[in-house]
């Protein structure tokens, strides 16, 4: 087990953890996070769930790549458990079974890595991560106010799944028991209500402008009153209107 004593400050390198109950397969992970991310510093190699989530509940981490099956708790498990707790830590799930993906997203993982790892996938996991934290330290210094907000949505379309960038969003509305999320060419359906999604978005890019649906505003081309004195948003890149209820018109007073 690795043990690295060296504390935070605000110009230090961020902090990770590795929880993997298989040693050979942490020390491929640990190796390469070293090559493609040398100023990452690495905490510890965790070799079951429990510890790696008491660590997260006493250190200041900003990322833990969490193996999905490990004894005591599982990846998703202590994903769970962070989302309740409000631990603002990064997650990346690390496994050998991509069926996880959709449940893992529920709990606001910031990406999710299949078995065997891929080098340029993993850079990609690590640009991402990059990104947000830079984001998240751009908005607070207070790590227990930080928000991570939904970047990734798992979707399913027939036998495919896949993860969408919220940023292709142009709109969500409310389907019966699903939520139906639309893009610029494309639709899916997930089983997500709209207060969920609301409580996980980014605020200050999607705004909920009806009961039955949420718009990304990156998308919206203009708005404007209709005959019968509605407020209808035309979309950049969909020919679908949206209409907005009298709760949120305060929002495009600005508009």
């Given at each position: 087990?690795?043990?690295?004593?060296?504390?935070?400050?605000?110009?230090?390198?961020?902090?990770?953890?590795?929880?993997?109950?298989?040693?050979?397969?942490?020390?491929?992970?640990?190796?390469?996070?070293?090559?493609?991310?040398?100023?990452?510093?690495?905490?510890?190699i965790c070799g079951?769930?429990?510890?790696?989530?008491?660590?997260?509940?006493?250190?200041?981490?900003?990322?833990?790549?969490?193996?999905?099956?490990?004894?005591?708790?599982?990846?998703?498990?202590?994903?769970?458990?962070?989302?309740?707790?409000?631990?603002?830590?990064?997650?990346?799930?690390v496994t050998a079974?991509?069926?996880?993906?959709?449940?893992?997203?529920?709990?606001?993982?910031?990406?999710?890595?299949?078995?065997?790892?891929?080098?340029?996938?993993?850079?990609?996991?690590?640009?991402?991560?990059?990104?947000?934290?830079?984001?998240?330290?751009?908005?607070?210094?207070?790590?227990?106010?930080?928000?991570?907000?939904?970047?990734?949505?798992?979707?399913?379309?027939?036998?495919?799944?896949?993860?969408?960038?919220?940023?292709?969003?142009?709109?969500?509305?409310?389907?019966?028991?699903?939520?139906?999320?639309?893009?610029?060419?494309?639709?899916?359906?997930?089983?997500?209500?709209?207060?969920?999604?609301?409580?996980?978005?980014?605020?200050?890019?999607?705004?909920?402008?009806?009961?039955?649906?949420?718009?990304?505003?990156?998308?919206?081309?203009?708005?404007?009153?209709?005959?019968?004195?509605?407020?209808?948003?035309?979309?950049?890149?969909?020919?679908?209107?949206?209409?907005?209820?009298?709760?949120?018109?305060?929002?495009?007073?600005?508009?």
């Amino acid at each position: 087990m690795r043990n690295l004593t060296s504390r935070c400050n605000p110009q230090k390198n961020y902090r990770a953890i590795i929880a993997e109950d298989e040693a050979p397969l942490a020390q491929v992970l640990a190796k390469a996070l070293n090559t493609l991310w040398p100023t990452l510093e690495l905490v510890e190699i965790c070799g079951d769930g429990k510890s790696a989530l008491s660590l997260l509940e006493k250190e200041q981490l900003d990322i833990a790549f969490l193996d999905v099956s490990m004894p005591y708790k599982t990846g998703i498990e202590i994903a769970q458990q962070c989302d309740a707790k409000n631990i603002p830590t990064l997650i990346v799930l690390v496994t050998a079974y991509p069926d996880y993906a959709l449940q893992a997203f529920q709990f606001n993982v910031c990406d999710y890595l299949v078995k065997p790892l891929c080098r340029d996938r993993l850079n990609d996991t690590i640009k991402r991560l990059q990104s947000r934290l830079q984001s998240l330290q751009g908005e607070q210094e207070s790590p227990a106010n930080l928000k991570n907000h939904l970047q990734l949505l798992p979707v399913q379309k027939g036998l495919v799944n896949r993860l969408l960038e919220t940023d292709e969003v142009c709109y969500f509305v409310s389907d019966q028991k699903y939520v139906k999320v639309v893009t610029c060419d494309e639709t899916f359906l997930i089983r997500k209500t709209l207060a969920e999604l609301e409580k996980e978005l980014d605020s200050k890019q999607f705004w909920r402008v009806h009961r039955s649906s949420i718009v990304n505003i990156k998308q919206i081309e203009h708005s404007k009153k209709t005959v019968t004195g509605r407020l209808e948003l035309t979309l950049k890149n969909s020919s679908e209107k949206l209409t907005v209820s009298r709760k949120y018109l305060h929002l495009f007073k600005s508009l």
